[in-house]
């Protein structure tokens, strides 16, 4: 005899609301459910349906727009389980998305594919970063045709003279501040340097000097114009900044879902990669964090937070755990480099707080 579940109760298992679980039913997505009165019941063995949003994300996902660098922290491994915890109604009843620190954007380009939300904002207090978002979306072609000059000139040297050409190109990155007559071509050298440097990473010396060697690459693709082109169109309505995180205050509501992924607090002295920048994101700021995503969620606006998990390292090390012990805290399991010094790659959680 087949055991059911109230939509209640289905909706509890799932994580997802009741309202939700009597669409799916109503649409055939369950097997087997029934109605009791004008209740929908639902077997108890039954699988929670694959969202069609997210169904369609993974077949457009090869085509569509992703991240145009690869950057520290960027949450391409992390995206399924983000997925999995966005709140119910995106794109419905939560029609405003923002990220305060968008890096790379993996997670911003992979809802840009499947919702068209009313409106979005992005920003990162990365100057140089945010000028690459701003020009891909109003200078686009003129950039791609930079980057193909790049690529030429890149692909006739050899090994030895690729890299005398990276560290000109880096000298000539870092002799030039930003300005509104340089901002393409300042854009064509941050993608060049982000597709050809050690690891892809972004490091600065006290003096804001970029200051990340040579990597050795067989084939960097410099300029991918049709992830390029893909992103020039869907981030023409985005609101771009760059300046400090708070600056959301001024644009989430209650129709908002906010996506924090600040630099996470490192699990150990040597294990910390926090600095993008010059200025560090110390255990202050995490607090200072804290304190705005405890405002805005008062607010009625939607949070999401992503952040290292300290019991990896130290059980008793409660600094999240306190900080935000109000809202809903989940341990999800990522792969990452846990300490610098053995080198060693593992599972180690990390944490995702949600307000919902
Ligand atoms: C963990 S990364 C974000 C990674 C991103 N989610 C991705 O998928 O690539 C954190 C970002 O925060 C930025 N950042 C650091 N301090 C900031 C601040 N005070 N305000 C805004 N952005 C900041 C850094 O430049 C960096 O790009």
Redesign the pocket.
């Known amino acids: 005899m087949i055991q059911y579940m109230s939509a209640r109760e289905a909706a509890e298992k799932w994580n997802i609301s009741q309202r939700r679980v009597s669409i799916l039913c109503s649409e055939s997505r369950i097997p087997d459910v029934a109605m009791l009165g004008n209740m929908w019941i639902i077997p108890r063995n039954a699988e929670k349906p694959v969202d069609a949003r997210m169904k369609r994300n993974i077949i457009l996902e090869k085509k569509d727009a992703r ?1 145009f660098v690869k ?6 491994q992390l995206l399924e389980v983000l997925k999995a915890n966005l709140p119910d109604g995106l794109g419905e009843k939560i029609t405003k998305y923002a ?9 911003l380009f992979d809802l840009l594919n499947v919702y068209s939300f009313e409106e979005v904002y992005i ?4 100057k140089e ?1 945010m000028n690459v978002f701003l020009v891909v979306k109003t200078n686009c072609n003129k950039l791609i045709n930079e980057l193909k000059t790049i690529q030429k000139e890149y692909e006739k040297l050899g090994m030895d003279e690729q890299q005398i050409y990276y560290y000109a190109k880096r000298d000539l990155f870092n002799n030039c501040e930003l300005n509104s007559e340089n901002m393409i071509s300042k854009a064509a050298l941050f993608i060049f340097l982000n597709k050809t440097c050690f690891n892809g990473l972004y490091r600065v010396n006290k003096s804001g000097k970029f200051n990340v060697p040579a990597g050795k690459y067989k084939n960097p693709l410099i300029c991918d114009e049709d992830n390029l082109v893909s992103i020039s169109k869907k981030v023409q309505n985005v609101i771009m900044r760059s ?3 708070h600056d959301i205050e001024t644009f989430a509501d209650d129709k908002t879902l906010v996506y924090f ?4 607090r490192p699990l150990s002295v040597t294990s910390g990669f926090t600095s ?2 010059e ?1 560090q ?1 110390n255990d202050n ?1 995490q607090i200072k964090l804290a304190h705005l995503y405890k405002k805005l969620s008062d607010k009625g606006v939607k949070v999401l937070l992503s952040n290292s998990d300290p019991h990896n390292v130290n059980y008793e090390d409660d600094f999240f755990d306190e900080l935000y012990k109000e809202f809903n805290i989940q341990r999800i399991t990522a792969v990452r480099t846990i300490n610098s010094k053995s080198e060693k790659r593992g599972n180690v959680t990390e944490l995702l707080i949600k307000n919902y």
């Open positions: 991240p950057w520290a922290g960027g949450k391409g990220e305060p620190f968008v890096g790379g954007g993996a997670l920003n990162d207090n990365n970063l300046c400090d995180y992924d600040p630099p996470y993008y920048t200025n994101f700021d």
